[in-house]
């Protein structure tokens, strides 16, 4: 005997009659569905289905599908159905079990939602579903439940403004998070640090986001930043920097002090109730005040003849004074005549110095790091003399190697010196270097060691230095070596080049994730005796943080191997070597010369290197097709200096300014792609929607000019304007966009040398005209600053006060403090450096009375 049961049973008296009917028969249901039999209790016909578990609210992430999950008990049937329309049966999967303790039967259903589905109905309702269950008395439909696409949208509705607050004030920030699904939290950070009210009850989230400080504090200064988050993503608004700030007070005025000789007495009081910190005002008023006495508080003074005596006296007491202070001067002056006999044999580096200047670039033309022009403004005096300008030219008679006796020339391990200097006339003009570069190449290749290093006279300088020292430059890199005085021992003369290699003559081994982050610097030769340590200048591109990196230096050894010889955080005040890391560029601390680079190694993928992206396109255009140039390149002088040159040879010009991308140690590649072009009189040839470049090729830094080319099409040859959005990203990081709108006709010329021409100083500087500072104003700060003050005016507050605090350890090492923290002042400043600045700091350290400015023109 069979019997068909249809799926859907609403009837709950047929149900029971059909449960009577197959007992009093005595046919049991039999196959894939539980029997119903005399045997279940006997509550079971009386009871609807109740759920166990009802389907919830979910989120389809990217495009991963998401399950709902439906238990009943009792139930002979359970479905999903989905927007009012039933699930096919098929797409259901469903578990039949028996509670152990009531005997009732149980049934589980799970269906998958995928993106797809949602999709087809986005727009007009929202996606649910909803469970229906059945039992042999009636039916039981659950709740229901949502499923919607999740994501969140880049830009914020609104971001924190940067803020200037006195201190004790409120703050207030706003944000509003990028739309998103579900709502995005939010949170903030200031310096990247998360903010928790809870720890501190200064800070306030109201419920639209926006965070109140509600006392500021000076150590609430920073860069704030508001964070949205969901289960798609997280974003991060703009930094907004806010600067807390403490506006002086006036303490109390002091008592009066006694009736003077003038008959008048004054008080004082002090801007120190709070002193003003952090950009704030000082105290306005005056901070000290007299008044005259009663004529019987003043004291007796002294009438008639004895007056007169007192005058006479005072004045011949000046007269003495004055005579033997001439005399003092006279006398030092002759003993300065012969301060040093190398200053007097070295002539040629010691005559006719001048400062130099910086040419500035023309207003109006873009240039990658512009350098302000070296000026003195009109308190320049306070810290410098100007010399003797009416001999520009000396020639000094003899061989410059005519002091060396054997015991003093400088010796290499592996191959030999340099060919000494020839003998005759050599002729400085203002401290510039005149020779041939191209001979000295030539001769420095010669050497066995020498082989190895570029030929490029563009991109090498070398000078002759002594022990006052000099600087040698690489035009429009950002690479330079500062020799401070006294680094060359006295009774030496060195013949020192500088040079940036070609990356892809090196083999500089990279692994992993390391990868390069400066130009590949040569300066030598390499083991020459220096009694202070070398600054060399360069560039680098990482983020600067070095909680996401492991920067090395690297050293090539005489066998050409690359040694590591300093990790980045870990310096020791014994190594030969110290690294300042900044913003953009680095500046090494070195005993030694010899062949540099800067390798990194990420310590996760927050870590991000900087890339500089450059647009070129063809300066003249006779065809149809027009091509773009997207450079994507470290953001580091050198190279793009050798980009501009290599344009400029094939016709390109720059069509924007140049763009920073921070690429990420993702794993993701580059994409270019191009779009919002004029349809109608413009397409792209690019067949598919963008370009990529693989992540690799650009993390290890050895491909120098990585580029795409777009090449568009124009219907028509009198089609010249041009009008596109360009955009560059890695994939799930960060990107960037050119808004091009030119004409290709009208701005048809080729790539400008002024582009070039940004640092027109000389190559190689020697002897004062290298420095900012005088070499006897020099002498004089060390000498003062050197000492330990228990005040702590001493060069530990002039460091302070030139924000350098964070390399006190190094300078300390020192033998000379004070000397190690110039040099780092003067390569900071070298293209514009402020001596007022410097002057100003020395007096609010309070040395005036050490005489360090007085320095007379004879001295200087």
């Known amino acids: 005997m069979s019997l068909l049961v249809g799926p859907f049973v609403h009837c709950g008296l047929c149900a029971k009659l059909l449960v009577i009917w197959l007992s009093f028969a005595g046919v049991t249901c039999t196959g894939t569905e539980h029997a119903a039999t005399a045997t279940q209790p006997a509550a079971f016909s009386d009871l609807l289905p109740h759920f166990l578990v009802e389907p919830e609210d979910e989120f389809i992430v990217k495009n991963k599908p998401v399950m709902l999950t439906c238990r009943s008990t009792p139930a002979t049937q359970i479905y999903f159905k989905c927007n009012g329309e039933w699930v096919h049966q098929d797409d259901h999967l469903i578990v039949r079990t028996v509670d152990p303790a009531t005997a009732l039967p149980v049934m589980e259903v799970t269906i998958e939602i995928t993106r797809q589905q949602v999709e087809k109905i986005f727009g007009l309702d929202e996606y649910w579903c909803q469970c229906v269950a059945w039992s042999t008395t ?10 919607r696409i999740a994501y969140l949208r880049k830009n914020f509705e609104q971001e924190p403004q940067a803020k200037e607050v006195a201190m004790d004030q409120e703050v207030s920030l706003r944000c509003h998070p990028p739309e998103g699904v579900p709502q995005p939290e939010v949170e903030w950070q200031r310096n990247e640090d998360v903010i928790d009210p809870q720890s501190d009850p200064n800070f306030f989230i109201t419920a ?9 504090r000076l150590a609430d200064t920073g860069n704030y930043t508001c964070v949205a988050k969901n289960i798609v993503a997280r974003r991060k608004s703009n930094s907004a920097t806010v600067l807390i700030y403490v ?53 007796q003074t002294v009438s008639g003849a004895e007056d007169v005596a007192l005058y006479v006296g005072m004045v011949a007491v000046a007269l003495c004074l004055t005579l033997l202070l001439i005399i003092v001067v006279l006398v030092y002056r002759r003993k300065k005549a012969g301060l040093d006999a190398d200053v007097a044999d070295s002539s040629i580096l010691t005559t006719g110095f001048q400062p130099m200047g910086i040419k500035p670039s023309k207003p109006g033309v873009w240039a990658p790091r512009p350098r302000r022009p070296l000026t003195r403004s009109k308190n320049s005096h306070l810290l410098t003399i100007q010399p003797d300008l009416t001999t520009t030219t000396t020639s000094y008679q003899g061989t410059l190697r005519a002091r060396h006796d054997a015991t003093g020339k400088f010796s290499m391990t592996n191959g030999p010196l340099l060919d000494p200097l020839p003998k005759g006339s050599h002729t400085l003009h203002n401290g510039k270097l005149n020779s041939d570069p191209a001979d000295f190449v030539s001769r420095l290749s010669a050497q066995s060691y020498f082989k190895t290093l570029s030929h490029d006279v563009a991109n090498t300088s070398y000078g002759t230095f002594n022990f006052l020292g000099g600087r040698l430059t690489i035009p429009n890199t950002g690479i330079s070596l500062l020799i401070p005085p006294e680094a060359i021992p006295r009774g030496k003369i060195y013949e020192i080049y500088l040079t940036v290699q070609k990356k892809e003559d090196l083999r500089l081994p990279l692994a992993g994730c390391q990868t390069l982050l400066s130009p590949v610097v040569s300066c030598g030769p390499p083991g020459v005796v220096l009694s202070r340590p070398v600054i060399l200048s360069m560039d680098q591109c990482s983020d600067t943080c070095l909680d996401n990196w492991a920067i090395r230096l690297k050293k090539q050894n005489y066998e050409g191997a690359w040694e590591d010889v300093l990790l980045m955080g870990e310096e020791l005040a014994s190594d030969p070597y110290y690294c300042q890391l900044e913003a953009e560029t680095c500046q090494l601390f070195s005993e030694q010369l010899g062949t540099f680079a800067l390798v990194g190694e990420s310590l996760h993928m927050g870590a991000a290197k900087r890339l500089r992206l ?19 390149m470290d953001d580091t002088q050198d190279v793009f200096k050798e980009v501009m040159q290599m344009e400029r040879q094939l016709g390109g010009r720059l069509i924007d300014e140049p763009h ?39 993390w290890n830094g050895s491909q120098r000019y990585l580029h795409c080319t777009f090449t568009l099409e124009r219907l028509s040859l009198g089609t010249c304007e041009l009008t596109c959005q360009l955009c560059v990203w890695q994939v799930e990081g960060e990107g960037q966009s050119f ?9 048809a010329r080729a790539v400008n040398s002024e582009f070039l021409l940004v640092d ?92 360090i400015f007085l320095v007379s023109d004879g001295e200087c």
């Open 660 to 698: 920073i991308l921070l690429f990420k140690d993702s794993y993701h590649n580059l994409r270019l792609s191009i779009h919002d072009m004029p349809q109608a009189h413009w397409r792209s040839k690019l067949l598919a929607g963008y370009q990529e470049i693989p992540f690799y090729h650009i």
């Open 614 to 632: 450059v647009l070129f396109s063809d300066a003249y255009c006779s065809t149809l097709e027009y091509n773009i140039r997207v450079y994507c």
């Open 739 to 747: 808004s091009l709108d030119f004409n290709i006709a009208k701005d």
């Open 247 to 299: 506006d002086g007070g006036w303490s109390e005025w002091s008592k009066w002090s006694p009736c003077g000789a003038d008959c008048a007495m004054w008080r004082s009081r002090e801007c120190t109730q709070p002193s003003p910190g952090t950009g704030g005002k000082d105290c306005q008023g005056l901070d000290l005040q007299s008044l005259n006495c009663t004529s019987e508080q003043c004291p």
């Open 760 to 851: 027109t100083s000389a190559t190689a500087l020697a002897g004062p005209s290298a420095f900012q500072i005088p070499y006897l104003i020099r002498q004089k700060i060390c000498s003062s600053l050197d000492a330990p003050c228990p005040k702590g005016a001493d060069w530990r507050m002039l460091a302070q006060r030139l924000k350098l605090e964070r390399h006190m350890s190094f300078f300390a090492s020192k033998a000379s403090p004070t000397s190690a923290i110039l040099d780092l002042w003067e390569v900071q400043h070298f293209h514009g450096g402020n001596i007022n600045q410097l002057a100003a700091v020395m007096a609010d350290i309070g040395k005036q009375e050490a005489m």
């Open 138 to 147: 009636g039916t039981q439909k659950s709740q229901k439940a949502y499923i």
């Open 208 to 216: 639209d986001y926006n965070l109140v400080i509600k006392k500021a």
